[in-house]
Nanobody
Framework: QVQLVESGGGLVQAGGSLRLSCAAS????????MAWFRQAPGNEREFVAA??????????GYRDSVKGRFTISRDNAWTTVYLQMNSLKPEDTAVYYC???????????????????WGQGTQVTVSS
């Protein structure tokens, strides 16, 4: 059984930084894509960032509102994915979820249903 466990969330002032981690355990596979999503109260879950293996190297993608501020990365074994969040804004406040899949259709990276495994989430609160 695969588990994804997020950590690193917390309370930070606007302009500050946090680094989220997501560790995979159990019967892990060679993930093709790992991603971060978030959900704020009253809002739908939304894509934040993803890192995908294309056979030669990793490709990253971000939602427009976090480009230049957030960076997704992974360890070489694809057991841990990170999200470095800088210049945080109050609108970044949400529960952040890690997701992973062994295979994904082209163009589906930002779609939640494309992912097979999810973590329990970690709260990020940015005060103004």
């Amino acid at each position: 059984q695969v588990q994804l466990v997020e950590s690193g969330g917390g309370l930070v002032q606007a302009g500050g930084s946090l680094r989220l981690s997501c560790a995979a355990s159990g019967r892990t596979f060679s993930w093709n894509t790992m991603a971060w999503f978030r959900q704020a109260p009253g809002n739908e879950r939304e894509f934040v960032a993803a890192i995908k293996w294309n056979g030669d190297n990793s490709i990253t993608g971000y939602r427009d509102s976090v480009k230049g501020r957030f960076t997704i990365s992974r360890d070489n074994a694809w057991t841990t994915v990170y999200l470095q969040m800088n210049s945080l804004k109050p609108e970044d406040t949400a529960v952040y979820y890690c997701a992973a899949t062994r295979s994904i259709m082209s163009g589906a990276t930002m779609s939640g249903p494309s992912y097979d495994y999810w973590g329990q989430g970690t709260q990020v609160t940015v005060s103004s």
